[in-house]
């Protein structure tokens, strides 16, 4: 009898043991991929599996699950996919509440009984997944990744980090100088299951219009690194798909940056906002400007009400508001500033920052007038002309501060002084074979509207913009021509390293010898891009780099269509249309390419596929143009896509 007694004791045991394990609580897991949803419960019975998600996310923004989204055994492959849900249906956009958090249930067939482990997958790619989700109820030590031993994996590593720049030292003589800048890193707690193993820096000369691309490498244990060339101190950006990390780095030093998945995660969830890191550290001689300039955080123009102010806000009072919050702002850092023991170099940052955000809305809002104006011919407000004294506020700049040049939003303000509005009057219509005569004369007109009409003495900022403008100029004219005109237009420059790129410029349109197509560099790169253009060896090739989420990309292929339809099933030439996941989005792309005749040659990579080529061609804006020869090798990597019907005429003159 007691045996017996015994016997039932522990089959009772065994059937609440095995009822126990059919709900999971907080769930163990090895890695995920999204800052949204975490899986809070399991429970597994006969008829099914119910997998419980607690969402969180910026309140008011939607969110939404997919029928296609599926539970995989990472052991056998073997797919589940829903049955069911709770909270909402598939496909429907779900707002969130004002909390920002909800709960749903997710159902799914009954999962194999031997199964340890699974991974929720929301795509392929790994994004918005959770990996090793845990079906048991024992807790496993995590292998957490460290530093240690990580800087051995690079020469001198050590060396380079042991220093750091003197405070109280300013920009010397030596503030323009070519040199490679050492990227390195390590994010804590990176998986090779996160999506992506690429980050890319969009470095560009602001002296000349080039861009320099460079993808950065993210190894397995999580280091990174990239090797990229500059030639002046200069802030700018990491982009890890989402998420970007601002670093400050000059010109020959390495720069150490330790990053956490944590931070990742968290920058996924907030995408309303660039994301602040918490658990950002930096290494090596600038890492104490790096530290300041994320610690101090400085007033910069919002461009959420921008549009708004457009057209309810005349000039007179968009300016006025501008310069009583750029003082506001510089009030507010000097208050910070006495508060935080701060660089010398760091300090300067700081303010141009201030400068060049709030000068610039001035030049975006005088820019993007014409634009709304021609949308709406009822608006007063856009009607109004600008004030003679609109773009005094030049004045209070110190033209020639090298300093402006180091923050990243330089680059798009020595855009829009390039092309700011009284500038306009030094263009005037020419014939073809005048060209050469009216850009000559182009900067001396300029010259004398900032004198005259603006009070002011030209320096370094007109000087930039004048070698930027040979990008184009010398696109146009004659190597004798182009002798001249860059002769003319370094007489008045100052800055010796400014006139040397000038003369680079010149150089690099005219090289020379007759321009030679040149063979692509062995690597990853190339390797992916062979893929695509080698099947039409023998013809030429014109490849598009292009997204759906680029207006001026749509209306080009819209107007290309005439030349495709004349070289379609043509022996001598093919179109090539590469873009990548994160610019044309799967939905918006098939849509387009169905209502739009491309061809057949289309790619749609990954982005970081799609990284790899930006850093092969060197572009980061799009679209971009590049021409192959019969060979496969480089006639033009910026080929003009404007004027492609004259340009391929010449390539292909029998064609009809």
């Known amino acids: 009898m007691k045996k017996q007694a015994t016997i039932l004791f522990l089959l009772l045991g065994i059937s609440y043991t095995t009822f126990a394990q059919r709900i999971i609580k907080n769930p163990e897991y090895e890695f995920k991929s999204t800052g949204i949803n975490t899986i809070t419960q399991i429970e597994r019975n006969k008829e099914n599996t119910r997998i419980q998600i607690h969402s969180e996310f910026i309140p008011h923004w939607w969110i939404t699950f997919d029928s296609t989204s599926y539970i995989k055994d990472p052991d056998s492959g073997k797919k589940y996919f829903p049955i069911g849900i709770e909270g909402t249906t598939f496909g429907k956009q779900t707002f969130m509440p004002d909390s920002g958090d909800s709960i749903f249930t997710l159902i799914f067939p009954p999962l194999d009984k031997k199964m340890k482990k699974f991974d929720y997958m929301e795509s392929d790619t790994g994004e918005g997944s959770i990996f090793g989700v845990s079906l048991e109820k024992k807790k496993k030590q995590k292998n957490k990744q460290t530093e240690e031993g990580i800087y051995g994996t690079w020469k001198d590593m050590e060396n380079y980090l042991a220093t750091e720049a003197d405070p109280s030292v300013n920009y010397g003589s030596d503030f323009f100088r070519k040199d490679t800048a050492h990227l390195r890193g390590f994010l804590k707690g990176y998986d090779s299951r996160a999506g992506f193993n690429t980050g890319i820096i969009y470095i560009n000369n602001v002296m000349t219009r080039e861009d320099y691309p460079t993808v950065v490498q993210i190894h397995p244990d999580g280091r990174f690194e990239a090797d990229f ?26 720069l150490f940056i330790s990053l956490d998945w944590e931070d990742f995660l968290m920058a996924d969830r907030y995408r309303d906002r660039r994301y602040e890191f918490k658990n950002i550290v930096y290494k090596g001689t600038s890492a104490r400007i790096n530290a300041e300039l994320c610690r101090i955080k400085v007033n910069t123009f919002s461009y959420r009400d921008f549009e708004n102010q457009l057209k309810t806000l005349s000039p007179a009072d968009f300016k006025q508001q501008q310069l009583e919050a750029l003082q506001e702002a ?9 508060q935080n023991s701060t660089s010398i170099k760091g300090q300067q940052i700081l303010k141009n920052k201030i400068l060049l955000s709030f000068y610039g809305a001035l030049f975006d809002y005088a820019m993007m007038r014409t634009h709304y104006a021609a949308r709406d011919s009822t608006n007063e407000i856009l009607k109004q002309p600008l004030p003679d004294d609109y773009y005094d506020f030049l004045t209070q700049i110190n033209s020639n501060d090298k300093n402006l040049m180091i923050p990243n939003s330089f680059s798009s303000f020595i855009n829009r002084y390039e092309f700011m ?6 263009n005037m219509p020419f014939k073809p074979e005048d060209r050469f005569e009216v850009l000559s004369k182009e900067w001396i007109r300029k ?19 004048k070698v930027r403008s040979l990008d184009y100029a010398l696109s146009s004219i004659t190597p004798k021509e182009g002798t001249l005109l860059v002769g003319q237009l370094t007489s008045s420059i100052a800055e010796p390293f400014l006139k040397e790129e000038a003369m680079r410029m010149y150089a690099k349109k005219f090289p020379e010898g007759e321009k030679q197509a040149y063979k692509l560099p062995e690597g990853k790169a190339t390797d992916i891009f062979r893929k695509m253009v080698n099947p039409h060896k023998g013809k030429f090739v014109l490849v598009d780099f292009w997204a759906t989420t680029c207006g001026p990309c749509i209306y080009s292929i819209k107007e290309m269509q005439p030349l495709r339809d004349k070289y379609k099933g043509s022996p001598d030439l093919a179109f090539v249309y590469i873009t990548d996941t994160g610019g044309s989005p799967e939905s918006s792309y098939n849509k387009f ?4 005749d491309m061809g057949d040659n289309l790619f749609r990579l990954s982005e970081d596929e799609y990284n790899y080529l930006r850093q092969l061609f060197r572009f980061n804006g799009i679209p971009r143009y590049v021409m192959l020869n019969r060979d496969g090798d480089v006639i033009d990597d910026d080929f003009p896509g404007h004027s492609a019907k004259t340009e391929l005429q010449k390539l292909l003159p029998d064609s009809k």
């Open 421 to 426: 509005g009284p500038f306009n009057k030094a």
């Open 330 to 338: 510089n009030d507010s850092l000097a208050l910070k500033l006495k």
């Open 229 to 254: 060339p500059l030639n002046q101190p200069w802030e700018g950006y990491i982009f890890f798909k989402r998420t970007t990390v601002p670093f400050y780095i000059e010109p020959g030093e390495t």
């Open 593 to 596: 390419i169905s209502e739009n």
């Open 447 to 465: 010259d004398s509207i900032l004198r005259n009409d603006l009070q002011i003495t030209p320096g370094l900022l007109f000087d930039i913009a």
